[in-house]
């Protein structure tokens, strides 16, 4: 049963390996030479790492003005390096009933009724549900207040728990790496609103 149990999780691991890894490599460094060559080398409307932070990269969408919205990316391996899951998180402008907002991507063949789970350091453990699946992967689209935020930041490790399909008894947990999230999160926030019109008068 067991045996049975590591290969279905593995060959499920791998069902996200593919397009994950497939995505934009980051840039070396974070100096303005590596930024404005990752970002010149990637058409209108494609994604592109603009830096790295830790563990966290910055990901930009290529606009024609330049004003670039952008936001966290992590890949979530498991530890045997497979790509497993994968997290985008942009904060919200003041003022709106979340500090942030977040994408969590599983494999297709994920439990849907377990949901997602992720509990920061030895904190409470917060589910989320499935928000719909694609071809590609399910997906959890989870709102994070300024505790979570906080959280975050004060962290050290993440533990995303997932469930899959075809073994509905067992569990994969993930670690989330939260080294350089502080400040990837205030980076891209300061982007996001030197990129954001003013309101109009």
Same mark, same amino acid.
């Given at each position: 049963? %067991?045996? =049975? /149990? %590591?290969?279905? $999780? /593995?060959?499920?691991?791998a069902? %996200?390996?593919?397009?994950?890894?497939?995505? #934009?490599? +980051?840039?070396?460094?974070?100096?303005?030479?590596?930024?404005?060559?990752?970002?010149?080398?990637?058409? $209108?409307?494609? +994604?592109?790492?603009?830096?790295?932070?830790?563990?966290?990269?910055?990901?930009?969408?290529? /606009?024609? !003005?330049?004003k670039?919205?952008? #936001?966290?990316?992590?890949?979530?391996?498991?530890?045997?390096? !497979?790509?497993?899951?994968?997290?985008?998180?942009? @904060?919200?402008? @003041?003022? #709106?009933?979340?500090?942030?907002?977040?994408?969590?991507?599983? @494999?297709?063949?994920?439990?849907?009724?377990?949901? *997602?789970?992720?509990?920061?350091?030895?904190?409470?453990?917060?589910?989320?549900?499935?928000?719909?699946?694609?071809?590609q992967?399910?997906?959890?689209?989870i709102?994070?207040?300024?505790?979570? $935020? /906080?959280?975050?930041? #004060?962290?050290? *490790?993440?533990?995303?728990?997932?469930?899959p399909?075809?073994? +509905?008894?067992?569990? *994969?947990?993930?670690?989330m790496?939260? =080294?350089?999230?502080?400040d990837?999160?205030?980076?891209?926030?300061?982007?996001n609103?030197? !990129?954001?019109?003013?309101?109009q008068?």
């Open positions: 049963m %067991l045996r =049975k /149990t %590591l290969i279905a $999780i /593995t060959l499920w691991a069902a %996200l390996a593919a397009p994950a890894l497939a995505q #934009q490599p +980051p840039a070396t460094g974070d100096s303005p030479a590596a930024i404005d060559q990752s970002a010149g080398a990637v058409a $209108i409307g494609q +994604p592109y790492t603009r830096e790295t932070h830790g563990d966290w990269e910055i990901r930009c969408i290529r /606009t024609e !003005n330049g670039d919205p952008c #936001q966290l990316y992590q890949l979530i391996q498991d530890d045997q390096g !497979n790509a497993v899951a994968e997290i985008s998180l942009f @904060p919200f402008p @003041p003022g #709106q009933p979340a500090a942030a907002g977040a994408t969590i991507a599983t @494999p297709l063949e994920t439990l849907l009724t377990e949901q *997602v789970s992720i509990r920061v350091d030895d904190g409470k453990t917060l589910a989320y549900p499935f928000t719909y699946c694609t071809v992967g399910c997906f959890a689209r709102g994070l207040t300024e505790e979570d $935020i /906080t959280a975050y930041k #004060q962290g050290s *490790v993440a533990r995303v728990r997932i469930v399909l075809a073994t +509905p008894d067992s569990e *994969v947990i993930l670690a790496s939260l =080294k350089g999230f502080t990837a999160f205030e980076a891209v926030r300061a982007l609103e030197e !990129n954001t019109p003013p309101p008068q």
